[in-house]
Each structure stands twice: as C-alpha cells, then as structure tokens.
C-alpha cells in the first residue's frame, strides 16, 4: 500500500487525483491510500499571506513523509522551498497545467477595460505589483479563503474581482468564469505554477521509480529551471521574483520577474538557454535579471 499525503482543500485533493489516476492506470495491482492533514497556512486563515514564509503550506506535510507516516506528498509546485528538506526529493511531475493567472470580475472585462479603482482581490505580492503596474489606479486588496471562497467573494460587495492560478480554475471545472488570461510576457507567473511537486524520501528507490514511470519530461524540465532561478535569489525573497520556463524545440526559454510590492519598480528578463541543462538555464535567468538592475531590490533585502 502507498500512502499519498496531501493537504485537505478541494483544489489539493483534485491534484492528488490527477496524479493517483495516473498512478492507478500505470500500477493497477498497487493500493493507493490518501492521507489529508491541514498545514500551517491552511490554520492561519487570518494571516496576511504577505507575512507566510514559502512552505507555509507544505512543510507539515512533508515533516509526515520525513518520519515514515506517507510514502508520497502531492503539493502544488508553487508551495515548495527553494530548497528541499534534507533528506526529501522530487520525483517527477505529471504534465504542467496551465501557467498564466487569470482575472475573474463581475462585469467579465479584461483588466485595461476594468473600471477606475475596481477592487481586485489577491494575496499574492507578486499578483500586486504586476496589477499595479498595468492599472494603478486598481485597488489591490488582500483576499484569502479557498478557491472557491475567493470566486464567491468576487462577484461584488467587498471585491469586484479577484486573480487566481488558471490551473486551480480548470481542476476545479470553473474556468468558465475567466474573464481573461494573462500573458506571461507581462504577467510572470509563480515558480512551479500550474506543475504538481511530488515529493518522496530519499533512498525510496520502489516509490520513485513507480512516479518516475508517469514522469512527464518536459514539465520537470521547466520545473527543474524555474526552482533553480529561486535558488540563485536565495529563495527567500521578500520582494516579489518570479519565473516561467517553457521548452521551444530543443531550447528553454524563461520569462523572469522581480518588482517592489508596489509596482513602482519592475524589472524582466528573457532569456533562451540549451534545454539539456536546465539547472543552469534557471542561474542564467537570474542572472540576467540582476543585470537588468534587479539586484538593487533582491540582494538588498
């Protein structure tokens, strides 16, 4: 039997699922056991999300996995340190969802065609400087609760919209409700967006091989480059950075942000890297950034 430990929301158990599906059609014989808990950040639904440092939500899960009590964590790649536990490692992804952020709204409009001073609801510094920096007459309010709970919450009263992960959206069948995608040529993604991070123990050799079998390459390839672009920032950022690798024939390209919270200054690079190596693709982004004058806000936190 394998143990599959995951955290309780809707969103994280259709991601479990989507993983587990896979598993189950690749491994019919095997028995597959899910395990839910609630981390910290799901227990501290009051807090600014400002204030939750990465892992927030994956670290009691992963504390499981470390002492023997589930064989697998399923999280959402954007959730995950810089850096793994000691002693943890990933062990493949199945195929990325769709990367991009989408805006929902009560009046269905893209955001330049949004109202003056439309309240949009995120929690997400990153989200907040690059709404800033298209619309700053926009009112960016913290919203936090379920995916769910934040589309309930945007269609008026407090919020006139709010901005989520499409991905969240499709898994949950409610991309419907999409207003508009936004391109990541202007609006970078989080690390590890729209990819699930399954994580086992080192030296589990039977349950790695079992995941490196669903292994879907090119995802764990733009994984791989994107966490390897957060590891050269230090990983623990306080001001917003953020990277989208894709692969383009046999080259990778990564799209890379940082910004001040505010959005009074951005910076971007673009760059195109041999895809065989994308750990140091992920260095060469970050690279690229700080020269594009990024390293007066990231290094001088």
Sequence with gaps: ??????????????????VLSQLR??????????????????????????SLERGTFSTDIERLLLDGKIDLA??????LTATLPEGLALAGTVARQDARDALVNRWGESLLRLPPKARIGTSSPRRAAQLSEIRPDVQVLPIRGNVGTRLDKAAGGEYDGVVLAVAGLVRLGR??????????????????????????????TRTARMLDAINHLPSSIALKAERSFLQRLGGGCK???????????REIRILAMAALPDG????????????????SAGIEAAEALLAKGAREIVLAE
């Design 25 to 50: 059609s690749r491994f019919p014989d095997e028995t597959f056991t899910v395990v839910t808990m609630e981390t910290a950040g799901d227990r501290n639904r009051d807090a600014p999300l400002l």
């Design 239 to 249: 001001v917003p950075v953020a990277a989208y690798a894709r692969l383009d024939g």
């Design 264 to 279: 009074s200054q951005i910076y971007r690079a673009d760059v195109r890297c041999d895809a065989v190596d994308p750990i």
């Design 74 to 79: 399923v999280h959402s790649a954007k959730d």
């Design 175 to 204: 991309q419907a409700e999409i207003a508009e995608y936004l391109a990541p040529e202007g609006f970078t993604p989080e690390v590890g967006q729209g990819t699930l991070g399954v994580e086992v123990r080192i030296g589990d």
């Design 1 to 18: 039997m394998i143990r599959v430990g995951t955290r309780k929301s809707p969103l994280a158990l259709a991601q479990t699922e989507e």
